[in-house]
């Protein structure tokens, strides 16, 4: 059935009612605001738009996992604060020929990652739209003093998590091939299409007082790294031999090398600072953050910028540019 | 100078930043979220969709009106859980060939309103977009106890604030006489590009408990008030004489006399419900509500459904129909 033959408070309503609600949710879905619990006094809140043709395409991508990364790189960003999900605020504009199983997807895929979170959907709105959008908003709690951008020092070490370049390789493979290109290099187009937020990372480096600044990669290593350098009023240095790149990548990126890793998008991992004395700390707790994590540079003087450098101190000229929407281009 | 020549991180993210940041604001925009206080324990958060050509249309308002409107509606449904706003999440999705003139204007809106409501724009997300909407979720803190609008019990007297309808008549006077209505129906028109929330109503009529159950008009009288009916399983009895009209509305409703008062929407005054022994009490605190308040109707019993009468007591018959979006018209 399409959805311009249903009301707005039909299909939709029943949906996203559907959800669980979980803890702290005084009142959820269906009256004028949502009432909820902060703990600690406070809380945080990110915000996302993705929009059909500009963040995604629905050419490749399935509406189960649309809504899968929709709360994934919502939870990703209060990863990078040291943060755990607990509310989501989820708004759609939504074509009126598009089919109900359509919207029941998406909203299956918002709820296989939502009860794994800890995640309850309590609120929103949605329209008839020309397009496909989607506004999400994504409130945590934080037990532990938030991470910003912004405590990095000259001396630290830079540390990421997981692979780099996975998921714009994906992408790639994606535009280049179509949907066919899912069977051949899955793990590349699912670390593209399902992204991992780094909750258990980000929060025990945060309880542990070890990131000093942190930023999840979303827009690009060397971009996201300058966000995170404007912030702290320093420079980075970056060792090219030192990038985590998953096998696939290594296989399929070819002379391409670490182009990837360093200016592709959409990686979700987490980049952050460490003080040089806590080394060692960091190697004792290693195991508890589910994820490898791989030292790749080290925080300079802000006047030294931005440079990655191979094992002969070699530098290699990249031109970093990010997303820009009003260009339509990387 | 038009947006495409911009990047989304260039007079945008400027004029975001002009915002003046208030109190419990710990971080504000530019990291990965916000973090922000909450008092009491727990806090409130209601979330809207804007959508040029469904909700909106540029040809007769301003963007000023516009950002003024945005928050204007939020808080709206702030007041009607008795709770005052505090931090603004705003999403817009701008075409690339607005001038950077009309997204300022748009956020000059905003922050006029947000200055004298004590609302600090904390966060939100930028993007290029075929048509202009907003996507804006609005926090606020929770002295009291929330009203719900799930409160109401048989027996209980029915209020509104302010008058009814004045919006729905200047929206219909704009689509058919265009901008140059503006002179001539100033009030009616500026009830409908700039509404009042009632956001001292809502909060005083929370604090002394008067309110068993509210809900803010948006959609309509009839409409929110089955909102309302349902939400508190009962029925509604509405005056037709008693109805709140302005002298701008009798004058130029004419023949159709309450119909827009009663199915108009958009007037974001309050509807509640109140227990018949809190009548004195109510009287006594009216000259705080910052708005007059009109006894309109009763609750009764669900059976009995939802009825206008006249004084003679005889029914009106009115098709209760809100706008529904999936179909594109009321």
Chains 1, 2 share one sequence.
Request: charged share 25%; proline share 3%; aromatic share 8%.
């Amino acid at each position: 059935m399409l959805l311009k033959e249903l009301g707005e408070f039909g299909l939709i309503e029943r949906i996203r009612r559907a959800t669980p609600t979980g803890r702290g949710v005084r009142i959820g879905i269906g009256d004028d605001a949502a009432w909820l619990e902060a703990r600690n006094h406070s809380f945080l809140i990110t915000s996302d738009l993705l929009i059909e043709g500009i963040h995604f395409e629905l050419k490749w991508t399935s509406f189960y996992a649309l809504g899968y990364k929709t709360l994934a790189v919502n939870i990703s960003d209060l990863a990078a604060m040291g943060t755990s999900p607990a509310y989501l605020i989820l708004s759609l504009g939504i074509p009126v020929d598009f089919k109900t199983e359509d919207v029941e997807e998406f909203y299956r895929g918002i709820r296989a990652l939502a009860s794994r979170s800890g995640v309850s959907l309590v609120g929103g709105d949605t329209s008839a739209s020309r397009r496909f959008f989607i506004s999400a908003s994504l409130v945590g709690h934080s037990p532990y003093r938030p991470i910003t951008r912004g405590g990095g020092k000259v001396g630290d070490d830079l540390y990421v998590t997981g692979t780099l370049g996975d998921s714009a390789l994906g992408l790639k493979l994606l535009k280049k091939r179509g949907a066919r290109a899912k069977e051949k290099f899955s793990y590349l187009i699912s670390r593209h299409l399902f992204p991992s937020a780094r909750v258990k990372a980000g929060t025990t480096l945060a309880r542990e007082r070890l990131a000093k600044a942190m930023i999840d990669v979303s827009d690009g290593l060397l971009q996201d790294l300058n966000h995170l350098c404007k912030a702290s009023g320093i420079g980075a240095v970056i060792y090219e031999e030192a990038l985590p790149l998953s096998r696939a990548y290594r296989t399929v990126a070819g002379k391409k090398g670490p182009l990837y890793a360093l200016t592709g998008g959409e990686d979700y991992e987490l980049l952050f600072c460490l003080r040089r004395r806590d080394r060692n700390r960091l190697e004792k707790i290693k195991k508890r953050l589910g994820v490898p994590i791989t030292r790749i540079g080290k925080c300079v003087p802000a006047r030294e910028g931005t440079k990655v450098i191979n094992r002969k101190g070699e530098q290699r000229s990249i031109s970093v540019t990010g997303y820009d929407h009003f260009r339509n281009k990387r």
